[in-house]
C-alpha cells in the first residue's frame, strides 16, 4: 500500500512542481514584453545599506546550499557504496540525507530573501535560472524520501532519475552563483575576483575528490589483488615438496 502511494504521489508532485515552474517562466516571458526598451539597457544598481544587508546574506546562503552541502552530500553516498561495514554506510547515509536537507533548508531562505527584499523582474539570466533551481531543490529530496523499496523494479530507475536530478541541481547552482556574482559585478562596478577565486577553488577541490574517487578505489582494488598473488606464491613455494639429500656412499669398484 505505501509502495502503491508513493508511485502515484511522485508523479503528482513532479508534475505540479513542472507546471509551477512553467507558469512562472511564462508569467516571467509575458512582463517582460510589457517593459520598455530602455528598461532592457543595463543600468548601475545603487546598493545601500539596505540592500546590501539582504544581497550578502542571500549569496552566502545560496553558496552554501547548492555550492557546497549539496555537493557534499553526493560524494558522501558515493563514498557509502565502497565501504563494507554497514554501520559505516548507515552513518554515511544519514550524513547525505542531513546534509540535503540542511541544503534545501538554506536554499529555501534565500529564496524567501530574494522574494520579499528584491525587485524580481526576471529579466536577467540569474533570477530566470534561479526560479527552476528552487523548484528542481525542493524536488529531489521528496524523490529521494518516496525511493522504492529494494528489489521493485522502479528501483533503478529512480535511482538513475535521482542521482541525474542531483548532479544536475549541482551544476547548475554553481553554474547560477557564477552569473549571480558576474551580475552583482556589472550592476554595481564592485569587485568579485576574491569570491570567484574562492568559489573556482572550493569546485575544483569537489570536483576532483568525485572524480579521484573511483579511481582510487579501483587502485586499492588492485593493490589488494597483488597482495593476494603475492601471498598465494608465498604459500605455495613453502608448501612445495622436499626431497632428501642423496648421501649414499659411493662404492668403488675394484679390479
Not at 34 to 47: C, D, H
Not at 102 to 112: E, F, M, N
Request: glycine fraction near 8%.
Amino acid at each position: 500500500m505505501l509502495l502503491f502511494g508513493r508511485k502515484g504521489l511522485l508523479p503528482a508532485v513532479s508534475g505540479c512542481v513542472i507546471l509551477l515552474l512553467a507558469s512562472s517562466i511564462h508569467g516571467a516571458s509575458d512582463s517582460l514584453e510589457g517593459l520598455n526598451q530602455s528598461y532592457k539597457s543595463v543600468q548601475p544598481l545603487e546598493v545601500n545599506k539596505k540592500l546590501s544587508s539582504f544581497l550578502s546574506p542571500h549569496a552566502f546562503l545560496l553558496w552554501s546550499s547548492v555550492g557546497f552541502l549539496m555537493p557534499i552530500g553526493v560524494l558522501l553516498i558515493r563514498f557509502s557504496s565502497n565501504v563494507k561495514s554497514a554501520k559505516a554506510v548507515r552513518v554515511l547515509f544519514y550524513c547525505h540525507v542531513a546534509a540535503q536537507v540542511a541544503g534545501v533548508a538554506l536554499a529555501t531562505a534565500a529564496a524567501a530573501l530574494s522574494i520579499t527584499n528584491f525587485q524580481n523582474a526576471f529579466n536577467n539570466t540569474h533570477q530566470r535560472i534561479g526560479v527552476a533551481l528552487y523548484g528542481l531543490v525542493w524536488l529531489q529530496p521528496l524523490i529521494g524520501f518516496l525511493r522504492p523499496d529494494r528489489g521493485v523494479k522502479a528501483r533503478s530507475v529512480w535511482y538513475l532519475a535521482h542521482w541525474l536530478l542531483g548532479v544536475v541541481v549541482c551544476v547548475v547552482g554553481v553554474a547560477n552563483v557564477y552569473i549571480g556574482l558576474h551580475t552583482y559585478r556589472e550592476r554595481t562596478g564592485r569587485s568579485v575576483g576574491l569570491w570567484t577565486a574562492l568559489l573556482t577553488a572550493e569546485v575544483s577541490a569537489v570536483a576532483l575528490v568525485y572524480l579521484l574517487q573511483d579511481r582510487w578505489n579501483h587502485v586499492i582494488r588492485q593493490e589488494e589483488a597483488a597482495a593476494g598473488d603475492e601471498r598465494r606464491s608465498e604459500t605455495e613455494t613453502s608448501e612445495e615438496p622436499s626431497y632428501p639429500a642423496n648421501d649414499h656412499k659411493e662404492v668403488a669398484v675394484m679390479p
